[in-house]
């Protein structure tokens, strides 16, 4: 079985100013340099004959290449008991338009759309216990927080390995914008 994602890659660039913007949050667990991804898609485990399937199907997605600007921090849990700490993405309307294309290719090989309504993301740290008023503090030092827009030209497909130490992720295919070939 593979664990499969499809996913918006970030350039080098954007990489570095959120790695920079990482640290002073107890109980955060930060996202490394190459686990910052926008999940566009979750696929889950399938076996390989079907991984096969959806790596060829994905090539069947038309889409115009999109600027991207990331804006802004979000939390998903509850106010109480934050679990992640994400950015977020300003205009995310071809972002979504592009996760629903890659819903509705992925129904043709029997995979049923997600339960959970798309939000455009980008996950900076899993938060793990109790981080009291440094939370807050962490969201207000960052209140505004924006990045230059960037221009998305491909989607990945990602491979997933869990392991005790976290996630590893591996593009397995791309699929470029059009015209961007
Ligand atoms: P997250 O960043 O919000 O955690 C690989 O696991 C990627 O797929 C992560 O970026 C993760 O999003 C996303 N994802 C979406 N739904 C998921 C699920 N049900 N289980 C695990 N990861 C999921």
């Known amino acids: ?10 350039p080098e660039t954007q990489k570095e ?3 920079s913007m990482m640290g002073g949050l107890p109980h955060a667990r930060w996202q490394g340099k190459d686990q910052l991804h926008l999940t566009l898609r979750f696929i889950g485990e399938v076996d390989k004959t079907l991984a096969e399937e959806i790596r060829l199907l994905l090539f069947t997605i038309s889409f115009s290449p999109f600027h991207l600007c990331l804006q802004g921090l979000g939390l998903f849990g509850s106010k109480r ?4 700490i994400w950015v977020g993405v300003e205009k ?3 972002v979504i338009s592009l996760s629903q294309k890659i819903t509705n290719s992925l129904r043709q090989a029997g995979l049923p759309p ?3 309504k798309f939000k455009a993301h980008v996950s900076l740290a ?4 109790n981080n009291g008023l440094k939370l807050p503090w962490f969201l207000e030092e960052h209140q505004g927080f924006g990045l230059d827009p960037f221009k998305v030209t491909e989607f990945t497909l990602v491979q997933s390995h869990l392991s005790h130490t976290g996630a590893d992720y591996k ?3 791309r699929y470029p914008a059009k015209g961007a070939q």
């Open 126 to 129: 899993r938060i793990k216990g």
């Open 114 to 116: 997600e339960n959970r």
């Open 81 to 84: 008991k934050p679990r992640m």
């Open 1 to 10: 079985m593979v664990r499969l994602f499809t996913a918006i890659q970030l």
């Open 92 to 94: 995310p309307e071809p």
């Open 171 to 173: 593009i397995l295919e």
């Open 17 to 19: 100013v959120l790695l």
